[in-house]
């Protein structure tokens, strides 16, 4: 797989993205949503269940590479989630904070969103944020969703509140 815009370049994340990988994952700031930042072994255990989701699926969350410099600032793909009873595609996104309010989780998203319609033949993408994370629901926002509920996962012994948005497939509409 392998998607460009504008700026950036999505492709499947391998082991030598372990450490652009663990600059994300390992840092507090970013990981507030998750309850803080991973450790090693959870560090390659969300690498490992990304590329057995290329496998199992044939997507999943990759790489984002600036295609100015080919180094990887982020993560945006499609994962299969469970939301509100039913199997859905959602859109996720999680980039390096030197990164942040620059639109490119708006844009690789789009990319991804478009992707899903186009390649996966979606009528509908999700995309699950938790309520007090405020910029990943502007880019949701950015992206034409509209929230759709809220429901609360269970994550790192934590119960989470969290906002369902949903984009429904243009032609469908």
């Known amino acids: 797989m392998h ?3 504008r700026r950036l370049r999505l492709r499947e994340m391998t082991e030598a993205d372990l450490p652009q990988l663990r600059a994300i994952l390992q840092d507090e700031q970013t990981m507030t949503a998750y309850e803080g930042a991973f450790d090693e072994a959870m560090t390659r255990g969300w690498l490992y269940r990304m590329i057995e989701r290329y496998r199992a699926d044939g997507f999943g969350l990759w790489a984002v590479e600036l295609r100015e410099t080919n180094r990887m600032i982020g993560q ?60 990943s629901m502007n880019v949701a926002i950015r992206l034409g969703m509209t929230m759709r509920g809220r429901f609360e996962k269970h994550y790192r012994g934590v119960d989470m509140p969290h906002l369902a ?6 032609d469908l509409t």
């Open 76 to 135: 945006c793909g499609l994962t299969r989630q469970h939301i509100f009873e039913a199997d859905v595609i959602e859109v996720g996104y999680l980039f390096n904070r030197a990164h942040w309010h620059q639109g490119y989780a708006t844009e690789a998203a789009s990319a991804c969103v478009d992707y899903a319609f186009e390649q996966l033949n979606a009528e509908r993408v999700w995309a699950q944020v938790r309520e007090t994370n405020t910029a």
């Open 165 to 170: 948005f949903a984009l429904d497939r243009p």
């Open 3 to 5: 998607l460009e815009t």
